[in-house]
C-alpha cells in the first residue's frame, strides 16, 4: 500500500482548469497540483464528485483511490492522490490527454498492425500488473483505455474495481454486460480470468476498430443466451492482425480453467510483437 501522505491531498494545493469528461459518479478536470514542498505545480486530471456528494459516492471515490493507490505501472493511470478532508472529494491522477483507444480506433485512418499489436501488448503489460497487485479491473474495455500523445496506454476507470483475488456479485447492475466471462453472467464471479476474457472482447474491439461493439444490440439475457450457444461467441472470421484474431480464441475460452492468466497472455502478445518488429512494417 502507498503511504498516507501521498494519498491524502490537501484542497488548497488543486487549482481547476477545463472540463474533460463526466462518468457515472464524476466529472473529470484539468488541474494544476502543487505538491507538498515542490516550487511548480504539475498538470493533472481531477475526479470530482458531481454536485452535493452523497456518502455513498465519498465511499465510492475513497475506495477507487485505494484501488489505484497500490498500482504503479507505465500502461496504467497513475494517482497522485485523494483530496477528502474537504467536499467535494477530488481524485488526483496523471493527465493523458490523446483521448480514449475506442475513439482513437474510430477516427484515425490506416493505423498500422504493429501499432495494433502494440496497443494490445500494452494493455496486457497493465494487466499483468495489476494481477500482481491482486487487482480485478471488472470493466475493461476500448473505452476505459486512455491514450498519450506518444500513444502509450494508460488503463484507467476504477470505478467498479476490486482488490482480492475474486469477487461475486448478486446483481449485474452496472456491469458492461457485452464484455463479461460466462461464469460472471451465469453465477456473477469476477477474477483474473474474467478480466481475460474482457481483454479479448476488447481484442475484438482492436480488431474491428470499434466500427461496431461486441454482440451489440444485445440485451443481458440475449448475450447470456448467446454466450451459452455458442462455442466462440466472439470469434472473428478473417480478422486482421490474425495473430490479434488467434488470441481472441484464447482469451475468450468457455472453460475458465483452460483460459490463460495475465502472465501467459502478456508473454504470447509479446512473441508476436518481437515477430511483427523482425518482419519490418506491417
Ligand atoms: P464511468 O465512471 O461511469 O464508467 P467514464 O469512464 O466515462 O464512466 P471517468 O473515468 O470518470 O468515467 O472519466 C470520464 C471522462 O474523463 C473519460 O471519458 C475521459 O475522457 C476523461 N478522463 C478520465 N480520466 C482521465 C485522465 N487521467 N486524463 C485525461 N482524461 C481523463
Not at 16 to 28: M, P
Not at 106 to 129: C, E, P, V, Y
Request: aromatic share 4%.
Amino acid at each position: 500500500p502507498v503511504p498516507r501522505d501521498r494519498i491524502v491531498l490537501h484542497h488548497s494545493s488543486i487549482t481547476l482548469g477545463n472540463k474533460l469528461g463526466s462518468g457515472a459518479f464524476g466529472e473529470v478536470y484539468r488541474a494544476k497540483y502543487l505538491p507538498n514542498g515542490a516550487s511548480e505545480s504539475i498538470e493533472v486530471a481531477v475526479k470530482r464528485a458531481i454536485g452535493d456528494a452523497q456518502r455513498s459516492t465519498i465511499q465510492e471515490f475513497c475506495h477507487e483511490a485505494q484501488v489505484m493507490g497500490v498500482l504503479q505501472h507505465v500502461n496504467i493511470v497513475c494517482l497522485y492522490g485523494i483530496a477528502s478532508l474537504e467536499q467535494p472529494v477530488m481524485l488526483v491522477m496523471e493527465l493523458v490527454t490523446g483521448g480514449d483507444l475506442r475513439k482513437h480506433l474510430q477516427t484515425t485512418h490506416n493505423i498500422s498492425h504493429r501499432q495494433l499489436i502494440t496497443f494490445a501488448a500494452d494493455i496486457a503489460s497493465g494487466m499483468k500488473h495489476m494481477a500482481q497487485r491482486r487487482v480485478i479491473h471488472r470493466d475493461l474495455a476500448a473505452r476505459n483505455c486512455l491514450i498519450t500523445n506518444s500513444l502509450k496506454i494508460k488503463i484507467s476507470d476504477f470505478g467498479l474495481s476490486h482488490s482480492g483475488q475474486e469477487v461475486i456479485v448478486k446483481k449485474l447492475k452496472k456491469a458492461p454486460i457485452r464484455w463479461l466471462a460466462p461464469e460472471t453472467l451465469q453465477k456473477g464471479i469476477f477474477n483474473e480470468k474474467t478480466d481475460v476474457w474482457s481483454y479479448g472482447v476488447l481484442l475484438t474491439e482492436i480488431i474491428n476498430r470499434c466500427a461496431t461493439d461486441p454482440l451489440a444490440p444485445r440485451t443481458l439475457k440475449e448475450v447470456q443466451e448467446w454466450i451459452k450457444e455458442s462455442d466462440h461467441p466472439h470469434r472473428i472470421k478473417n480478422g486482421e492482425p490474425k495473430e490479434l484474431a488467434d488470441l481472441v480464441d484464447v482469451c475468450c475460452d468457455k472453460n475458465s480453467i483452460t483460459r490463460p492468466n495475465f502472465q501467459t497472455v502478456r508473454r504470447r502478445i509479446r512473441a508476436i510483437l518481437e515477430t511483427a518488429n523482425m518482419l519490418g512494417p506491417i
